[in-house]
């Protein structure tokens, strides 16, 4: 069975650019979760999406937007990027139906430089 | 405010002996405690979790972790350490009602020594 996939693998942009991360989650799950992950600290949560409602959101700036589609697949969008924004970014994805039980399941990630 | 602590930035083992990593939480209401596993250039990999019930929870490879409401702690724990157990762990925590999101610790590096 197909995990968790994202694209692309790595990315290089420039300060003021924008950039479009996708997530495709495993068969059957209707949630996607979206993580920032800096260098030498934890995952930070950025939005969380279910039948493609937005369930939640951390304490992320209004550059950052996500949407999930039909298919369950996902989009993270960053405007005006600033050097503090290159990370990995995680996406995961879970059953959405067990709430707050549910376990998630993250991909591989993409890795984004902001020069 | 949530929040999960782990107090080793690293811990070392020689292999074959037995491993603990560490994890404290603090949250309002019933915590829901995940452990998960990273290596290099991958994404984070579920090895067990604890929302009910039996307070030691076994997951993948091997591990397990106690769950002490006392302590507030959720420890990571394997009788005999291998080599290939040498990742970065990450435990992270929700809770039962009002959020979606975890929160995770700053990782804890494990190096398991031949």
């Known amino acids: 069975d197909a995990g968790v996939t994202q694209s692309p693998t790595h990315l290089i942009k420039t300060r003021g650019q924008h950039v479009t991360l996708r997530c495709s989650p495993i068969?059957?799950?209707?949630?996607v979760s979206w993580y920032q992950q800096v260098l030498g600290q934890g995952p930070q949560f950025i939005f969380q999406?279910?039948?493609?409602?937005?369930?939640g959101r951390g304490n992320f700036p209004d550059r950052f937007s996500a949407r999930q589609f039909p298919n369950y697949s996902s989009e993270l969008n960053v405007n005006a990027l600033l050097l503090g924004d290159s990370a990995l970014y995680l996406c995961?994805?879970?059953?959405?139906?067990?709430?707050?039980?549910?376990?998630?399941?993250f991909g591989p990630g993409t890795r984004l430089t902001v020069l | 405010a949530q929040s999960v602590a782990q107090p080793e930035d690293q811990v070392n083992v020689a292999e074959g002996n037995p491993l603990t990593v560490k994890c404290t939480y603090s949250v309002s209401g019933n915590p829901y405690l995940f452990w998960y596993v990273q290596y290099p250039n991958r994404g984070l990999q579920f090895l067990l979790k604890y929302i009910t019930g039996d307070n030691l929870v076994k997951g993948s490879y091997g591990f397990e972790a106690e769950f002490n409401k006392s302590q507030t702690s959720f420890h990571l724990k394997k009788p005999s350490a291998l080599v290939s157990d040498s990742a970065l762990y990450f435990c992270?925590?929700?809770?039962?009602?009002?959020?979606?999101?975890?929160?995770f610790g700053t990782g804890t590096r494990l190096k398991v020594l031949a």
């Open positions: 995961a994805s879970s059953l959405g139906t067990s709430g707050s039980t549910d376990t998630q399941y």
């Open positions: 992270a925590v929700t809770r039962q009602t009002g959020t979606y999101k975890y929160i």
């Open positions: 999406y279910y039948e493609k409602e937005e369930r």
């Open positions: 068969s059957g799950h209707k949630s």
